[in-house]
């Protein structure tokens, strides 16, 4: 099936899509088609409008700040792939952007296209959130920023507004010194261009690496496609908070993530391995989290 018909526009500035936004019935935006043009194409999505982002360059590109990076929203998975400002400190982002299908869909694909989105099988939402992530959105009047733990509402469905566009993505270095945090992206795909069944995103932040036993200060665990928005289990970190990783604990965070989750079951995998697959993707993370934090 072709997509019904629409009118393109391609602005060159935020300030000139804001305004398509502003004045254009059943707009929609396109960013790098990856999604959108599948939802088209079966006539899910019907638009009389497409405002495409892919002129306008001031979305585009990574920038560090004292206290954080600030994200584009057009930036694609491939540049967060391979940024390598973004290995250093937050390792999770580029492993998260590589485990996105194949290189086309990543070379293509952007982070402001997946938060918009909002797919809770998403990697950068779900990474997002455990990096305690916020999203700066913007229209014609306003410019606000939400934390990425309020943004999604309930499947699929978020708090960006009709004329809103998500301008870019900020997250913190502050809380997560390289030195002695650990983090980690882990997903189980049946195939390597399928969504995954469940993927965890772990931190872990120790007191002191170089101790025999060091003490986890802080643990932050989420979850994508464990629930219908992604999903973060602080019962499980506050196990883990205090003392060393151990497997008793470990245990139990696996125990508490499986029962947390509430996964819709899909045609290979039902909702009771799914619940499984999570208690074990946290606690997978979590070790290898706990490693990265050690060494
Ligand atoms: C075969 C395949 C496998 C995939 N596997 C994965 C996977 O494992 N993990 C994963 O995370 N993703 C996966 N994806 C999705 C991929 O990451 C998409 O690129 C992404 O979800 C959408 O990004 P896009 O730039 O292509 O957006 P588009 O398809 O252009 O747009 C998607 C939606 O976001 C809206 N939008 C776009 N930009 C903005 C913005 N700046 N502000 C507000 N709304 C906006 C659009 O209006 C549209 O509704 C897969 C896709 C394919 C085709």
Known sequence: ????????????????????????????????????????????????????????????????????????????????????????????????????????????GTIGGSIGEADPAGNYPTALLALEGSLTLRSLEERRTVPVSDYFIAYMFTDLREEELVESVTVPTDPVPPERTGMAFLELKPAAQTWPTVSAATVVRVDDPAADEPVVEEARVALANASDVPL?????????????????????????????VDPEGEMHADREYKEEVAGEYARRSLETSYERACN
Do not use: C, Y
């Not at 006539?43 to 585009?60: C, F, I, K, M, Q």
């Not at 604990?249 to 029962?259: H, I, R, Y």
């Open 232 to 260: 973060r289990v602080e019962d499980a970190e506050s196990i883990l908070e205090g003392e060393p990783l151990s497997e008793e604990s470990l245990e139990e965070v696996a125990t508490t993530v499986t029962d947390a």
């Open 1 to 108: 099936m072709k997509p019904a018909p629409f009118t393109h526009h391609r602005p060159e500035t935020v300030t000139e899509v804001l305004e398509l936004l502003a004045e254009l019935e059943d707009a929609e935006l396109l960013a790098g088609n990856q999604s959108l043009g599948i939802v088209m194409a079966n006539r899910l999505a019907t638009p009389d409008h497409l405002v495409d982002l892919n002129g306008v360059d001031e979305l585009v590109g990574i920038e560090e700040t004292d206290d954080g990076f600030q994200i584009g929203a057009m930036t694609t998975h491939r540049t967060l792939e391979r940024s390598e400002r973004l290995a250093e400190r937050l390792p999770m982002l580029p492993e998260a952007a590589e485990q996105i299908a194949g290189p086309s869909v990543r070379n293509q």
